[in-house]
């Protein structure tokens, strides 16, 4: 070494680093352990027979004469439009609002 100020520099660097990693370990949180993953339901599925009549027609039914399926149009008591089926009330007049 050339002079001691070299020497004290490279002393006291190398004290100051090993402070700093001794704090850095030393306050580092603690590490959780992971939680225990959720257990796997194996068994079998149950599955259930269905009550599904085997028929040849598209429009064979149980009810009187086909049967028509769905709501039938109009609005309805909240104001919202009805279904898709045709409407009782009567068609408006040129001029009139609806209501």
């Known amino acids: ?29 603690a590490s959780k352990a992971a939680p225990m993953p959720a257990t796997v339901d194996l068994t079998p599925p149950v599955i259930k027979s269905a009550d599904v009549p085997m028929t040849n027609g598209i429009a064979t039914s149980k009810t009187a004469a086909g049967g028509r399926a769905g709501a039938q149009g109009g609005p309805s008591a909240s104001g919202a439009a ?18």
């Open 82 to 99: 009805g279904g898709g089926g045709p409407s009782n009330s009567a068609p408006m007049a040129a001029g009139q609002a609806g209501g």
């Open 1 to 29: 070494m050339k002079n001691q100020n070299d020497l004290i520099i490279a002393v006291v660097s190398i004290v100051f680093g090993l402070i700093g990693v001794g704090i850095a370990f030393g306050t580092r949180p």
